[in-house]
């Protein structure tokens, strides 16, 4: 079965950079899309952006541009996000999601990995 | 990118139904119908509950069905029961070649 597994909890100081991962398998990972989508504390998911895993092109969010950078490891079946120069506003559940090419949905999703930021 | 609209909470006892709406602009939505619905409960990652508009994906109840008129979506849960409350969030694929999510609503059941 399909299973994205991120790796775990983080704690940085305000900033410094951080750095997830999202480990595909259940399929393959080169045919999928990998999206990041954040969630500060009692709010609302935000889009962050997304890395197509065959060809490693990527798309950000207006807001995280110049920040973020998301990677990917095709022999590893992972896909990364960094962020860079973290406030106390990036803590937050950081999720990837698979893609769902034609119908660009978000079909399913890793546990969520707990970013703080606290000096 | 600003959020899509949606209202903070709606509210319904066993077996009724609600409506969720979701109100974004022209460059939200498109003209195409790539919104989709996640259902979140606390402590839990998103679950696809709608995908353009309008279709379930697998295992998906069919008293959860959607809409969409101009620039509003809409999710409706009809025969409502204890385990829908959660929180729903809209989504959408924008012209810009990214996505938007919705303010998010809490469904409670009464």
């Known amino acids: 079965q399909v299973q994205l597994v991120q790796s775990g909890a983080e704690v940085k100081k305000p900033g410094a950079s951080v750095k997830i991962s999202c480990k595909a398998s259940g399929y393959t990972f080169i045919t999928y899309a990998v999206h990041w989508v954040r969630q500060a504390p009692g709010q609302r998911l935000e889009w962050m952006g997304w890395i197509n895993a065959a060809n490693g092109k990527t798309k950000y969010s207006q807001k995280f541009q110049g920040r973020v950078t998301i990677t990917k490891s095709t022999s590893a079946s992972t896909a990364y996000l960094e962020l860079s120069s973290l406030t106390s506003e990036d803590t937050a559940v950081y999720y990837c999601?698979?893609?769902?090419?034609?119908?660009?949905?978000?079909?399913?999703w890793g546990q969520g990995t707990l970013v703080t930021v606290s000096s | 990118q600003s959020a899509l609209t949606q209202p903070p909470s709606v509210s319904g006892s066993p077996g009724q139904s609600v409506t969720i709406s979701c109100t974004g602009n022209t460059s939200d939505f498109g003209s195409h119908n790539r919104v989709s619905w996640y259902r979140q409960s606390p402590g839990t990652a998103p679950k696809l509950m709608i995908y353009?508009?309008?279709n379930r994906p697998s295992g998906v109840p069919d008293r959860f069905s959607g809409s969409k008129s101009a620039n509003t979506a809409s999710l409706t849960i009809s025969g409502l029961q204890a385990e829908d409350e959660a929180d729903y969030y809209c989504?959408?694929?924008?012209?810009?070649?990214?996505?938007?999510f919705g303010t998010g609503t809490k469904v409670n059941v009464l």
């Open positions: 989504s959408s694929y924008t012209t810009s070649d990214t996505y938007v």
């Open positions: 999601a698979r893609g769902w090419g034609p119908h660009n949905a978000f079909e399913f």
């Open positions: 353009e508009v309008s």
